[in-house]
């Protein structure tokens, strides 16, 4: 190949861009990405860069060292297969030899009736959403989080740190979907305790009455506030891929090394890809650095290159809590203690599932990542040779 093109400037296309000329691709590289921004850490957005005092800079990563040609603000329109090209918005056709699918996913927004109602709802996706968000937290609103998964929670205890009176709402309990119900109670018990307000019901509109937000529920009531930030799960970014042949069900489905062709391969949140639980997406920041390493090499070796092999690696810091865990998640079953207990100290847990495999998980405890992921899936036990 002398042509490539990597569409998408977020961590996947970062990853895949390195990961391509560690595997000695010298030819023309170039990204399109659709923010003006460098490559920069989302997850970051909700945890660190909510809480930074001054200027934000939680969210900021080393300088790429690809040496690609970079496209910025600009967006892909279409892609033709057949004749390998992909149309931007700017009116260019970029002819290509290879192609590296890492568009992302943006966030879902709700179900708004009321136009003027959508100037009160925030989603944290982008590092100008996060700018925003700490704008308006300046002035302590009283916030309505909806969505009670990871980032919903992380911004919700960010609001509080602010200053802010902040209700959540979730017809789950907050986490449950995420990580199950020993540790969803743990994070719940947790938000409570600094004051986080929890209206169990499903959110279903939002509209605008005296000049602030109504956030309508399931049940018929309403939640005001002076914000709105809206966590309700995202949509991959394929609309440009509709007219390609390239989706089924309308979902960019991949093969165990990232291809959708022998010449496109995909990677990170527009991505599904066989899991130990069926083909699904997995947007998760390691997933999308793993997907890319994999893709990479595909798009060079072919079968020569190995399998995915993914071990999901999740963390969130909310409410006090830190948590990091390696392995499937949500769990359903009570953990094995391998440190601590159950009284809300610092501990260091393990799940074992039905095919053997297992998910550790450290909660306010210091442990490096390696070894989590070795106490995960500990190697088997050595059986004596016979004398």
């Given at each position: 190949?002398?042509?490539?093109?990597?569409?998408?400037?977020?961590?996947?296309?970062?990853?895949?861009?390195?990961?391509?000329?560690?595997?000695g691709?010298?030819?023309?590289?170039?990204?399109?990405?659709?923010?003006?921004?460098?490559?920069?850490?989302?997850?970051?957005?909700?945890?660190?860069?909510?809480?930074?005092?001054?200027?934000m800079?939680?969210?900021?990563?080393?300088?790429?060292?690809?040496?690609?040609?970079?496209?910025?603000?600009?967006?892909?329109?279409?892609?033709?297969?057949?004749?390998?090209?992909?149309?931007?918005?700017?009116?260019?056709?970029?002819?290509?030899?290879?192609?590296?699918?890492?568009?992302?996913?943006?966030a879902r927004?709700l179900?708004?009736?009321?136009?003027?109602a959508?100037?009160?709802?925030?989603t944290?996706?982008t590092?100008?959403?996060?700018?925003?968000?700490?704008?308006?937290?300046?002035?302590?609103?009283?916030?309505v989080?909806?969505?009670?998964?990871?980032?919903?929670?992380?911004?919700a205890?960010?609001?509080l740190?602010?200053?802010?009176?902040?209700?959540?709402?979730s017809?789950?309990?907050?986490?449950?979907?995420?990580?199950?119900?020993?540790l969803?109670?743990?994070?719940l018990?947790?938000?409570?305790?600094?004051?986080?307000k929890l209206?169990?019901?499903k959110?279903?509109?939002?509209?605008?009455?005296?000049?602030?937000?109504l956030?309508?529920?399931?049940?018929?009531?309403t939640l005001?506030a002076?914000?709105?930030?809206?966590?309700?799960?995202?949509?991959?970014?394929?609309?440009?891929?509709?007219?390609?042949?390239l989706?089924?069900?309308?979902r960019?489905?991949?093969?165990?090394r990232?291809?959708?062709?022998?010449?496109?391969?995909?990677?990170?949140?527009?991505?599904?890809?066989?899991?130990?639980?069926?083909?699904?997406?997995i947007?998760?920041?390691?997933?999308?650095?793993?997907?890319?390493?994999?893709?990479?090499?595909?798009?060079?070796?072919?079968?020569?290159?190995p399998?995915?092999n993914?071990s999901p690696?999740?963390?969130?810091?909310?409410?006090?809590?830190?948590?990091?865990?390696?392995?499937?998640?949500?769990?359903?079953?009570?953990?094995e203690?391998?440190?601590?207990?159950?009284?809300?100290?610092?501990?260091?847990?393990?799940?074992?599932?039905?095919?053997?495999?297992?998910t550790?998980?450290?909660?306010?405890?210091?442990?490096?990542i390696?070894?989590?992921?070795?106490?995960?899936?500990?190697?088997?036990?050595?059986?004596?040779?016979?004398?």
């Amino acid at each position: 190949m002398e042509r490539i093109i990597v569409v998408g400037n977020g961590i996947a296309g970062l990853t895949a861009s390195d990961s391509l000329r560690a595997a000695g691709f010298d030819g023309e590289l170039t990204v399109v990405g659709d923010e003006l921004h460098a490559p920069y850490s989302r997850p970051a957005l909700s945890k660190a860069a909510l809480l930074d005092a001054e200027e934000m800079t939680s969210h900021q990563l080393p300088a790429s060292t690809h040496g690609a040609r970079e496209l910025l603000g600009v967006r892909a329109l279409q892609l033709d297969p057949d004749l390998k090209s992909v149309v931007l918005d700017d009116g260019s056709i970029l002819p290509y030899d290879g192609l590296v699918i890492a568009t992302g996913s943006r966030a879902r927004r709700l179900a708004n009736t009321d136009p003027a109602a959508s100037r009160h709802e925030l989603t944290l996706r982008t590092l100008e959403d996060a700018l925003e968000l700490r704008r308006r937290l300046a002035s302590r609103p009283s916030v309505v989080v909806v969505g009670g998964g990871a980032l919903g929670m992380e911004i919700a205890s960010g609001c509080l740190a602010a200053g802010c009176d902040v209700t959540l709402v979730s017809h789950l309990k907050p986490m449950t979907q995420q990580l199950g119900p020993h540790l969803s109670e743990v994070f719940l018990a947790a938000g409570l305790s600094r004051g986080l307000k929890l209206a169990p019901s499903k959110a279903v509109g939002l509209r605008e009455a005296d000049d602030h937000p109504l956030v309508e529920l399931a049940d018929g009531s309403t939640l005001a506030a002076d914000l709105v930030v809206s966590a309700i799960g995202d949509i991959p970014n394929t609309g440009w891929l509709a007219d390609s042949g390239l989706l089924t069900g309308g979902r960019l489905e991949v093969d165990s090394r990232g291809r959708v062709r022998p010449n496109i391969v995909a990677a990170g949140d527009v991505a599904a890809f066989p899991t130990g639980r069926g083909v699904a997406r997995i947007p998760l920041w390691t997933s999308a650095i793993e997907q890319s390493k994999a893709a990479a090499l595909a798009l060079l070796h072919g079968d020569d290159a190995p399998e995915l092999n993914f071990s999901p690696y999740f963390w969130t810091e909310q409410f006090g809590l830190n948590l990091k865990a390696i392995g499937l998640l949500p769990l359903d079953a009570a953990p094995e203690f391998l440190e601590g207990g159950a009284d809300g100290g610092p501990a260091l847990m393990r799940w074992t599932h039905e095919d053997g495999r297992g998910t550790a998980v450290a909660l306010n405890y210091r442990i490096p990542i390696p070894k989590l992921r070795r106490l995960a899936n500990p190697a088997p036990a050595q059986v004596p040779s016979p004398a």
